[in-house]
C-alpha cells in the first residue's frame, strides 16, 4: 500500500483496519459481491488469488499529546508511529 491511506475504503466496505484479523476478513468476502471483491483486489487490498483474504495493507497506531514547556505552558502535540 506504500503511504496511500485505505481507511475510508476500509470502513465503507466494512473491513477491520486490522489486516491480521483473518475471521472477519473472510466472513467479508463472504458478505460482499463479486464487484465489490474485485474492486478491493484492483485496489491492492487483498492479492488476486481464489480463497485469499489476507489484507495487504499495514494498521498504524499514532499518538498525540501535549507536553508543557519549561515555561508550564503547553507546547505542541508529538507524533509516534510504531514501525
Request: hydrophobic share 35%.
Given at each position: 500500500?506504500g503511504?496511500?491511506?485505505?481507511?475510508?475504503?476500509?470502513?465503507?466496505h466494512?473491513l477491520?483496519?486490522?489486516?491480521?484479523?483473518?475471521?472477519?476478513?473472510?466472513?467479508?468476502?463472504k458478505r460482499?459481491?463479486?464487484?465489490?471483491?474485485?474492486?478491493?483486489?484492483?485496489?491492492?487490498?487483498?492479492?488476486?488469488?481464489?480463497?485469499?483474504?489476507?489484507?495487504?495493507?499495514?494498521?498504524?497506531?499514532?499518538?498525540?499529546?501535549?507536553?508543557?514547556?519549561?515555561?508550564?505552558?503547553?507546547?505542541?502535540?508529538?507524533?509516534?508511529?510504531?514501525?
Amino acid at each position: 500500500m506504500g503511504e496511500r491511506e485505505v481507511t475510508d475504503l476500509l470502513r465503507r466496505h466494512g473491513l477491520p483496519l486490522n489486516p491480521l484479523r483473518v475471521a472477519e476478513l473472510e466472513a467479508a468476502q463472504k458478505r460482499l459481491d463479486t464487484a465489490t471483491w474485485a474492486e478491493l483486489i484492483k485496489a491492492g487490498l487483498f492479492p488476486d488469488a481464489e480463497g485469499m483474504t489476507e489484507g495487504l495493507w499495514r494498521s498504524e497506531a499514532k499518538f498525540h499529546w501535549l507536553r508543557p514547556s519549561h515555561r508550564g505552558r503547553r507546547s505542541g502535540s508529538r507524533t509516534a508511529t510504531p514501525r
